[in-house]
């Protein structure tokens, strides 16, 4: 009997994705997201609650009865309180198997949003339900995001040893819908993208893709962030496992040539 999945962050870039995977492996699906909508609401037999994971209200009605949890959401701030609401709906429920998003370089980044991540996974491990959290690189839609803004600027800032391992939203998907249905494995092998770029050989092939110029102006990250990104540590740890579609490949979809 295929279980019965609750999807926080559903309606999502990742949510979008994973949902209709594990809906054609015949699970019975329930999404919950901050909008308005009818107890019940249903739409390509999935079904839509509502409930606020930053005060916990509603979260425990959408919990109830469901076999697995996916958790997807998150943000900027707040990550932690978000994750102990969701694991206090949970906690002595018939939920078997929690599954949580996190972000790689968590545990190494001295970044706010990064400690609320380490602080979430940390309340996920310690709650005593059984989990599985996966820790992914950036997605290739936030570089994309990112580089579109700093090709907007007249000069481009091109910060000194910042790398990053763009992966494929899709890929991420099809890895937790693995994951989700199958056993808890706590925290698995990161998931980056094929291949190690420069954020200044980022911005250059979406100019390139773009037909725009610009001069580029060498900036130095500060601080203690700055040393943790020139060593490499927001980047996948030994025995990683590795997403197929490269950055060259997205850009060469969503900006066809001539666009």
Not at 141 to 153: C, G, H, N, S
Request: proline share 6%; charged share 25%; hydrophobic share 40%.
């Amino acid at each position: 009997m295929a279980p019965s999945i609750m999807i926080t962050g559903g309606t999502g870039n990742l949510g979008r994705r994973v949902t209709p995977l594990l809906h054609a492996a015949g699970c019975d699906l329930r999404v919950l997201s901050r909008g308005r909508r009818e107890p019940g609401d249903t739409a390509g037999g999935i079904e839509y609650l509502t409930g606020d994971l930053t005060t916990g209200e509603g979260v425990a009605a959408a919990v109830d009865g469901a076999d697995i949890v996916l958790h997807l959401a998150g943000g900027a701030k707040g990550d932690d309180v978000v994750a102990r609401n969701l694991v206090r709906a949970v906690s002595g429920t018939g939920v078997r198997h929690l599954v949580f998003i996190s972000v790689i370089g968590a545990d190494r980044v001295p970044l706010a949003w990064l400690r609320t991540k380490l602080a979430a996974e940390q309340e996920i491990a310690g709650s005593g339900i059984p989990f599985t959290t996966l820790r992914a690189a950036q997605f290739h839609d936030l570089l994309l995001m990112v580089v579109e803004k700093m090709a907007k600027l007249p000069v481009l800032p091109v910060p000194g040893g910042l790398r990053f391992e763009p992966v494929d939203a899709g890929d991420v998907a099809r890895r937790l819908a693995d994951l989700t249905l199958g056993e808890p494995a706590g925290l698995v092998p990161d998931l980056a993208g094929p291949r190690v770029y420069g954020l200044g050989d980022l911005a250059g092939s979406y100019l390139d893709a773009r037909g725009k110029r610009r001069m580029r102006l060498p900036v130095r990250i500060p601080g203690k962030p700055g040393r943790a990104y020139r060593a490499g540590r927001n980047l996948a740890q030994d025995g990683a496992d590795r997403g197929k579609r490269t950055w060259e490949e997205f850009l060469a979809e969503r900006l066809p040539e001539g666009s």
